[in-house]
């Protein structure tokens, strides 16, 4: 009976480790396929901006150094989902510029918990680069944040700024 028991326990424990992994790469699934767009500035009551976001460079002032200008990370968040748009520039053409490691996680039982991920996007010989990123759902009431990797590759040298927004919810 014992050994009965224990082989019931064993196969529950695996399927139901193999429904949680199952769950989680769905979820990875789903925002690697989700709305990716271009850039577009975010409108609505509910948007928030990146806590280490670098603003360009005002006009009439000069730059020598090759450097991250224009960096910024947006979120909203409806009842059609969170929406991010995010944006990367560069004080002089990069070589390769843009975003990487983008996260949506919300905020459960004291934690941010993973929603998905996008492995990002780049363009090359430009000096700004820009996307937007969103799920198609949100639940009421819950924090929503998105964070990334603002990155360009200047003079053959790679910068790169992390970022995240703080918590909003509709």
């Given amino acids: 009976m014992k050994v009965n028991m224990k082989r019931f326990l064993a196969i529950l424990c695996g399927i139901i480790m193999v429904c949680n992994g199952g769950m ?8 690697e396929e989700l709305i990716i767009g271009e850039y577009q500035e975010l409108a609505g009551d509910n948007v928030g ?5 670098i603003y360009d460079v005002p006009e009439g002032r000069s730059i020598d150094a090759a450097t991250l200008t224009g960096c910024t990370i ?11 748009s995010i944006s990367t520039g560069s004080t002089v053409t990069a070589s390769k510029i843009g975003v990487e490691n983008i996260r949506i996680e919300k905020y459960v039982n004291g934690k941010w918990t993973l929603v998905g991920t996008h492995s990002g996007d780049y363009t090359t010989n430009d000096i700004a680069h820009g996307m937007n990123i969103g799920t198609t759902s949100a639940q009421k009431g819950v924090l929503y944040r998105i964070s990334c990797t603002h990155y360009a590759i200047l003079d053959g040298v790679r910068h790169e700024l992390n970022n995240v927004t703080n918590g909003v919810k509709y």
């Fill in 24 to 31: 989680v790469a769905f979820a990875q699934e789903n925002m």
């Fill in 49 to 53: 901006h990146g806590i280490n976001d």
């Fill in 74 to 84: 947006g979120i909203s968040v409806d009842a059609s989902g969170v929406q991010g």
